[in-house]
């Protein structure tokens, strides 16, 4: 149990996770460059299985043949089907947008859990959900006229938000002994084989990778997978160990401004209404998730 103030190398591995997770949208914007969105889930997943496996590789003894089907689940929808998703919609979306968007995954996992999982809430929470929603329609219609414009792509970065909130209650219900370490890293690794045999047989890829001009969005991709998804975990994880996991999830609070700051940066516009819809957003997340500083119960 850790209850006391985090101490500096937490803040600093916080800034760090916020940082890596915050560039991811800009990554899939300059990896699209050079690849088609299917290709760069594809790349994404299997480069981010495939690195996690030495770090797991003594973790595969702790699974029981009750887990694997639970596990594949969890790899396709916290995984390979968002994956896809997110590099779908940035081909419409810009990457700050889409950084915001994703701050709707503490709602929908509530939603879920309440709904599906007949989880207890409280009032509290619905007025945060309720604000949330309002935050997000802002932000799919936001334009630089200032009228309202319905962005259908981003209805795939919901899609994928519900598909985080229906596996993180996967695992909150039905995968309770595994660490987070042993699910996130077996379950990226059972998706990467069809990922990499699909990139292979199924696209192009083989015969880009010759090609120096993609090198640049190659790199992109693989950071993304690497460094975003790979190293990122460990990272909090660290964090978890150090802290608890109310201070960790502060990191949701930190990843859209980053993600719109990188986005400004690049040359993306910034509307007021996006503003508006992302404080509208984190306030209802805020508002959902306040309740008092629980004991930490964290399982390797």
């Not at 509530?110 to 929470?125: A, C």
């Not at 660490?179 to 990467?192: D, E, K, M, N, P």
């Not at 960790?248 to 503003?275: C, K, N, R, W």
């Amino acid at each position: 149990m850790q209850t006391e103030t985090p101490p500096l190398k937490a803040w600093l591995l916080l800034g760090l996770l916020a940082l890596i997770w915050g560039s991811s949208f800009l990554l899939i914007k300059k990896g699209l460059l050079g690849f088609s969105p299917d290709q760069l889930a594809a790349i994404r997943i299997a480069s981010a299985g495939f690195v996690l496996l030495p770090f797991i590789l003594r973790r595969f003894k702790t699974v029981r043949p009750h887990h694997w089907l639970k596990l594949i689940c969890v790899g396709l929808v916290g995984s390979f089907i968002p994956a896809f998703l997110f590099a779908f919609a940035q081909t419409e979306l810009p990457s700050g947008v889409t950084g915001v968007l994703n701050t709707f995954t503490p709602l929908a996992t509530l939603i879920i859990g309440v709904l599906i999982f007949r989880q207890p809430s409280r009032l509290q929470q619905w007025v945060g959900v309720v604000i949330g929603l309002l935050g997000t329609i802002l932000l799919i219609t936001a334009s630089a006229s200032g009228e309202l414009e319905f962005n259908r792509y981003a209805l795939l970065i919901i899609a994928a938000t519900i598909c985080y909130g229906l596996n993180l209650n996967l695992i909150k219900h039905h995968i309770p002994d595994l660490g987070a370490l042993t699910i996130t890293g077996v379950s990226l690794f059972l998706v990467a084989p069809p990922a990499l045999t699909y990139l292979v047989l199924a696209t192009p890829f083989v015969s880009q990778v010759a090609e120096p001009e993609l090198w640049f969005p190659l790199s992109a991709i693989l950071v993304l997978g690497i460094v975003g998804t790979a190293m990122a975990l460990i990272i909090f994880n660290t964090v978890v160990k150090l802290t608890d996991t109310t201070f960790t999830s502060s990191v949701t609070y930190l990843i859209p401004i980053v993600a719109l700051i990188l986005g400004i940066i690049d040359g993306e516009p910034f509307f007021i209404q996006q503003g508006i819809g992302m404080a509208a957003i984190l306030s209802g997340v805020w508002i959902a998730n306040r309740r008092k500083r629980q004991p930490l119960n964290y399982q390797r």
